[in-house]
């Protein structure tokens, strides 16, 4: 019988990648956590074989139904910058086979795809990995559980500055030229827009906290994983599309 996975985010970015890698695997049956089952990405996921809870990290009684049964769960966590230190969901699973669930504080996120913006780094590289890619790459830590169990990887394709982004996204997207911004994480807490200063703070512990990612471990579990460069240029057309429906 297939292992229920239960996958929170999966109608967003981060744990769409995870419900992506998760449904192409016969071995799983990907139960997915939405606020809204009627919306398109959740009917889209149900289309492709998943099961939608609807639940809200709020209500502790629909965790409960969506953990119900499950072999494993990617938990997405959500930050609130009116609420600081909203978003460390606990989940505990008691020997009666309950789950005990509480939210308390802030906990390391993971920093993925190219939406990660990296523009107040100070000439410092950041860690960037690819959405789908890393989706595979949690894939194969179900696949081998007993393996992976207690340990934390942090997932990167590679370390790039800003320049370098810049530099390859210039190189795929010609005659379009991407130029590197030179604000500080400093100058980028005193901007005016809710969570500049989370956001900057992110930043200098990007760049002074040497946080522990691993391209080597990433690999181990995903040898398809792409530097930046491959994945531009795999999404030229995408990119260049969303570039010329930009306003900015
Ligand atoms: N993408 C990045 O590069 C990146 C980098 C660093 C940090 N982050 C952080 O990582 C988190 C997720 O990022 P993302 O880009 O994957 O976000 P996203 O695309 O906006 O997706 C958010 C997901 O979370 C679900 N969700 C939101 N509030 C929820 C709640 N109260 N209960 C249950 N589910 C809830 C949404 O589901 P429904 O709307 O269907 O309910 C959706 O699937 C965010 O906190 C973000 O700030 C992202």
């Known amino acids: 019988m297939a292992k229920v996975v239960t996958v929170f985010g999966a109608t967003g970015t981060q744990g769409g990648g ?3 890698a998760l449904l192409e695997d016969p071995e799983f049956k990907v139960r997915i956590v939405t606020r809204s089952a009627s919306s398109d990405k959740a009917k ?3 289309e492709r074989g998943a099961e939608v809870i609807e639940g809200n990290f709020d209500d502790a009684s629909s965790l409960e139904r969506a953990l119900q049964g499950a072999h494993g769960t990617f938990v997405m966590t959500q930050h609130s910058f009116e609420v600081p230190d909203s978003d460390q969901l606990e989940i505990k699973q008691l020997e009666d086979g309950t789950y ?7 906990r390391v996120d993971c920093c993925l795809g190219l939406t990660s913006p990296d523009f107040a780094m100070e000439g410092a590289a950041e860690h960037g990995v690819s ?8 894939r194969a830590i179900f ?6 169990l207690g340990r934390t990887v942090g997932f990167s394709a590679e370390k790039l500055t800003i320049q370098q982004h ?7 997207l ?3 030229v991407f130029k590197s911004t030179k604000m500080t994480s400093d100058a980028f807490s005193k901007l005016p827009f809710p969570g500049a200063k989370h956001l900057g703070d992110m930043f200098k512990f990007l760049r002074l906290g040497n946080p522990d990612y691993s391209p080597e471990l990433t690999r181990q579990l995903y040898p398809g994983t792409r530097g930046l460069d491959q994945w531009v240029a795999d999404n030229r057309e995408a990119l260049l599309n969303a570039l010329s429906n930009s306003t900015t």
């Open 18 to 20: 995870v419900a992506n």
């Open 44 to 46: 889209a996921l149900q």
């Open 100 to 106: 005990e669930l509480s939210l308390s504080k802030w």
């Open 131 to 138: 959405v789908t890619d890393s989706g595979f790459a949690v």
């Open 143 to 148: 696949q081998n559980r007993a393996e992976w």
């Open 166 to 172: 810049a530099d390859i996204l210039s190189k795929h």
């Open 174 to 176: 010609a005659p379009r």
